[in-house]
């Protein structure tokens, strides 16, 4: 089974930046795609950015041109580069792990924007 674990979050001033990790148990993170997500209170869990196995990645039009995802496959290993951080970007995210509609999900490491 595999096991994800957020960590990173944080509270920074609005145009900071922050770095979250997911660290992931299991051979099969190295072969499947995953993502980031991100909840707000009151709202829906949304994708921020998700990243293939092979490396291509996709970006919420909110987020593109702030975010970066990338991965370690050899460390297990997922990443979220945060930039120019708004208050908007306030949310709890979540790492995913795209299993073959069984995915993983991390516990969520809260990220908060504010002066």
């Known amino acids: 089974q595999v096991q994800l674990e957020e960590s990173g979050g944080g509270l920074v001033q609005p145009g900071g930046s922050l770095r979250l990790s997911c660290a992931a148990s299991g051979s099969i993170f190295s072969i499947r795609p995953m993502g980031w997500y991100r909840q707000a209170p009151g709202k829906e869990r949304e994708l921020v950015a998700r990243i293939s196995s092979g490396g291509s990645t996709s970006y919420a039009l909110s987020v593109k041109g702030r975010f970066a995802i990338s991965r370690d496959n050899a460390k297990n290993r997922a990443y979220l580069q945060m930039n120019s951080l708004k208050p908007e970007d306030t949310a709890v995210y979540y790492c995913?792990?795209?299993?073959?509609?069984?995915?993983?999900w991390g516990q969520g490491t809260q990220v908060t924007v504010s002066s």
């Open positions: 995913n792990l795209e299993i073959f509609g069984n995915d993983a």
